[in-house]
């Protein structure tokens, strides 16, 4: 297979150019979606099955008022409660909803909001996801950092007093190596007390040598859960393979991780049934897994470079905002994490009723820190993978969480 990274470098020859029409236009010039790739682990879990079980027979509009307020009656949220509380005929009580999220976060998190950010350390990808700007066939600036300017980063991030961080690359195994993510690690470390990674799925093992490089927790969008509509926007690479996606949570905590993220990106395709199935990966694989940490993120499409027409299908805050709630109500000892692809204003609410966990001082590009932290020009840099909506300083979210009357907390974590 060729190195599809310099596709993008080409810009398009006509050979690219073919190849992309052929994946846009003709089904059966792509892999199969559902078939693992050679070197890809498979694990023997149930967890898949009980997931699309339940989201494939779920029915949103059967549900009613009834249901919803017998769902707010109850002490502890059923999965057929959860279901209805992200049905439409919750939208009306979307109220009593906040009002019982908030009063989950109260009673395990108390007023509390951890502070995070991302560092994305390359941008190459060899996957072909037509919403993404990472995507292969993109025509953005590429970059990848070395090591020293990895550490020059996190010097500048560690200087602004930030104590957790989340690294991120494109999904390219040949630029972005295991043992290249690896030595990240072991830099973050020296710099920060929690270390997030946001990566290609790897296998166990592989997780397991980048846990003892000092990673900490491992985040994996699933992107959408409905295969069929997986299979029309992951064209081409190792991400266009869903099952061996969905696993890599399992895979992280099987290699040793201590916690896991999940998350779909609403408005890729029915956004209560990804809420739904997203929900149940969590709740199956904690009971599997009772001593690892689980959280939640809830992303909606962003634009992207040369695609400013990318939005979240079907979703608005209204609708986003129901989701955060039904999953406070139903997983009460999650993790909830809100990005900086949702606006100041909605970010500062959604905290004070049922997230626990939000980023500052965001760049989804390559390099830039020095030039949106301090102030100086950046001697190279490359794109972002989305616009952002909230580009606040950790200084000044510190502030506004503060005044709001949180108590933004850096690290809670003792190392012994």
């Known amino acids: ?11 398009l020859s006509p050979a690219a150019l073919e190849k992309k029409h052929r994946l846009e236009t003709d089904p059966s010039s792509r892999t199969d979606h559902m078939a693992y790739m050679p070197g890809m682990e498979v694990i023997d879990s149930d967890i898949c099955g009980k997931v699309i079980s339940q989201m494939d027979s779920y ?6 008022a009834r249901d919803v307020i017998s769902a707010l009656g109850h002490e502890t949220c059923s999965i057929e409660d959860f279901k209805a509380l992200l049905s439409p005929a919750a939208e009306p009580f979307l109220e009593q909803m906040a009002q019982r999220a908030c009063a989950e976060t109260k009673k395990h998190f108390g007023n509390t909001v951890y502070l995070f950010t991302p560092l994305y350390i390359a941008n190459y990808c060899e996957n072909y996801c037509v919403y ?16 020293e300017q990895i550490e020059h980063e996190m010097e500048v991030i560690a200087r602004s007093g930030m104590e957790e961080i989340l690294l991120l690359t494109g999904e390219s195994r040949s630029m972005s190596s295991v043992e290249y993510i690896g030595e990240a690690c072991k830099l973050a470390r020296k710099y920060f007390r929690n270390v997030g990674l946001e990566i290609y799925p790897v296998n166990s093992d592989e ?18 859960y409905d295969r069929d509509k997986y299979e029309t926007l992951h064209l081409m690479g ?29 408005g890729l395709a029915d ?4 809420a739904l199935a997203t929900a149940l990966h969590v709740y199956y694989l904690q009971r599997k897994y009772p001593a690892a940490e689980m959280s939640l993120s809830c992303p909606r499409l962003r634009p992207i470079i040369n695609n400013d027409k990318i939005n979240p299908l079907d979703v608005g805050e209204r609708q986003l905002c129901q989701v955060l709630c039904a999953y406070r109500i139903f997983l009460p000892f999650a993790g909830i994490t809100v990005s900086s692809r949702e606006s100041a204003a ?24 020095e030039s949106k932290y301090e102030g100086k020009e950046a001697e190279a840099t490359g794109d972002e993978q989305f616009e952002i909506s909230d580009g606040r300083s950790l200084e000044q ?11 933004p907390v850096l690290n809670d974590y003792l190392y012994v």
């Open 132 to 147: 993404c700007g990472f995507n292969c066939y993109n025509h953005i600036n590429r970059m990848k950092l070395n090591t």
């Open 271 to 274: 956004f209560r049934k990804d």
């Open 59 to 64: 029915d949103y509009s059967k549900y009613t």
């Open 397 to 407: 979210m510190y502030g506004d969480m503060a005044s709001e009357g949180l108590q």
């Open 207 to 224: 997780y397991r040598y980048l846990h003892e490089c000092g990673a900490d927790y491992v985040t994996v969008f699933q992107e959408t």
């Open 1 to 11: 297979m060729e190195n599809q990274f310099f596709i993008d470098s080409e810009f």
């Open 238 to 266: 190792h991400k266009r393979v869903w099952p061996y996606r969905f696993a890599a949570q399992e895979r992280a905590l099987m290699g040793g991780m201590r916690g896991v993220g999940f998350s779909a990106l609403l």
């Open 346 to 369: 909605f970010r500062n609410g959604i905290v004070r009723i049922a997230a626990t966990k939000i980023s500052a001082g965001v760049s989804t590009g390559i390099g830039d820190h």
